[in-house]
């Protein structure tokens, strides 16, 4: 088995497209029953777009970005993934976590392929009206390759439910009617999901109380250091709290803070939206001690919680980590090498593919209400997301357990199983 020479010429220099790759392989190993063909198909993405995007800038010059949406899989239906905007994306980054995004879907049993986008651009420096440029002109660059049967896009890092709202309407004068199911994360008034803003955050809380409760711990007695504090991390260290779980160290891409006592989280939130926080940043609270950034992931807790970007968790620091659990809110935290170092120490890690994949699920569920133009309330959603995250950890744990898998390849294998499955079973066209 191995990656193909025109596509590893295309994805080479991106260390989280081999990352991914590299899991694939180990997961691969404990999967004989599929062809090896299969898997080398799975190794790639099915379809790569890259795009120029050209913007009239607020200041009346034209400034080009560079745009990616990767659909890794449509065996299993519709592509799904998020769409970020980031300076350093870059395609192997977009394809590693549409890949990502392939195992997710398959191990919530979600009726997707993976998908993930990416706009090259500091969405910090970009006007409200830059931004909203940016994103019509990107969309009708990618207008051949989407659809609400054939890739659907949402919020990721750098978006938000207004990016989606232009996506939305863009689309829906291009095809000369209103398609609310073109994305997902978009405002509840436009046919968005009650609940789906704080579903991912939600999600990575389900998974820590499953893991508390088989460790032993109750809430009351933890503690948690959350490193990001964009959506997925402001609704984790909210959850956390509701439930009387001390966070003591946040970090955002500003700096990073921390108080043994407890943060006391709704304040911070006040002061992060305060009108006068112009950077909206956690830098600064008056009730925290600043921390340099390095010691963030290795100060003394019970639960860890990467939240913002990948390979965050290396081999520098995997061997210097002071928790009892990691709940990856991001995805691609943790590299192989961190893996392996991890595997020695009673460190209990709830994978990416699992501890993340409430933001997908309940966009699934905006989907299904969008296309049948019925919708729900917000208890019916959070009880379903709670219903199908326990269900996705108990088959994963099983696994884990029964074939004494590390969490991860666990994770993985199910997600990469589903897929491979339907591959085969669906046979090679022509």
Not at 164 to 184: F, H, L, N, Q, R
Not at 192 to 200: D, F, L, Q, S, Y
Not at 316 to 341: F, M, Y
Request: aromatic share 6%; glycine share 8%; hydrophobic share 40%.
């Amino acid at each position: 088995m191995s990656t193909p020479v025109a596509a590893h010429n295309l994805f080479e220099n991106s260390e989280v497209f081999r990352m991914a790759c590299e899991q694939l392989r180990t997961v691969a190993a404990e999967l004989p029953e599929f062809d090896v063909g299969i898997i080398d198909r799975l190794m790639l993405p099915k379809r790569s777009l890259v795009v120029s995007v050209p913007v009239r800038m607020d200041s009346g010059k034209t400034q080009v970005f560079l745009g990616y949406r990767v659909q890794h899989s449509l065996t299993s239906g519709a592509s799904k993934g998020g769409l970020r905007y980031a300076p350093n994306v870059d395609i192997g980054e977009v394809a590693a976590l549409a890949m990502w995004m392939s195992w997710k879907c398959g191990i919530m049993g979600l009726p997707y392929g993976g998908a993930k986008g990416g706009i090259a651009c500091d969405p910090a420096k970009l006007s409200l009206g830059e931004k909203e440029r940016l994103t019509r002109r990107f969309t009708e660059e990618v207008l051949s390759i989407i659809g609400p049967r054939v890739d659907v896009m949402a919020p990721d890092m750098g978006t938000d439910e207004q990016t989606m709202a232009w996506i939305y309407d863009t689309y829906s004068m291009k095809i000369g009617y209103a398609c609310p199911e073109i994305v997902t994360g978009k405002p509840v008034e436009l046919g968005g999901c009650i609940g789906r803003r704080e579903a991912t955050g939600r999600g990575v809380v389900y998974c820590i109380l499953e893991a508390l409760k088989e460790l032993n711990l109750t809430p009351d007695t933890c503690t948690a250091v959350v490193q990001g504090y964009g959506n997925v991390g402001s609704v984790t260290c909210d959850e956390l709290h509701k439930l009387g779980l001390k966070v003591i160290a946040i970090g955002d891409r500003y700096g990073s803070i921390r108080n043994t006592h407890g943060i006391n989280i709704p304040a911070l939130q006040k002061y992060v939206l305060a009108p006068e926080n112009e950077r909206h940043t956690i830098v600064g609270y008056p009730k925290a001690e600043a921390i340099p950034d390095d010691e963030l992931l290795t100060t003394p807790c019970t639960v860890l919680i990467p939240a913002a970007t990948e390979r965050v968790i290396n081999k520098e620091n995997a061997g210097k980590l002071q928790c009892r659990v990691i709940a990856e809110g991001a995805n691609g935290p943790t590299t192989p090498e961190a893996d392996r170092i991890l595997a020695e120490t009673d460190v209990f890690i709830i994978p990416d593919v699992l501890c993340n994949a409430g933001g997908v699920t309940v966009s699934y569920f905006e989907w299904v209400q969008d296309l049948q133009q019925f919708m729900w309330d917000e208890d019916q959603v959070n009880s379903a997301l709670r219903k199908q995250m326990h269900k996705a950890y108990s088959k994963v744990r099983h696994k884990a357990l029964s074939r004494k898998l590390t969490m991860r390849t666990a994770a993985l294998s199910l997600g990469v199983e589903k897929v491979a499955n339907e591959k085969a079973k669906r046979g090679l066209f022509p």
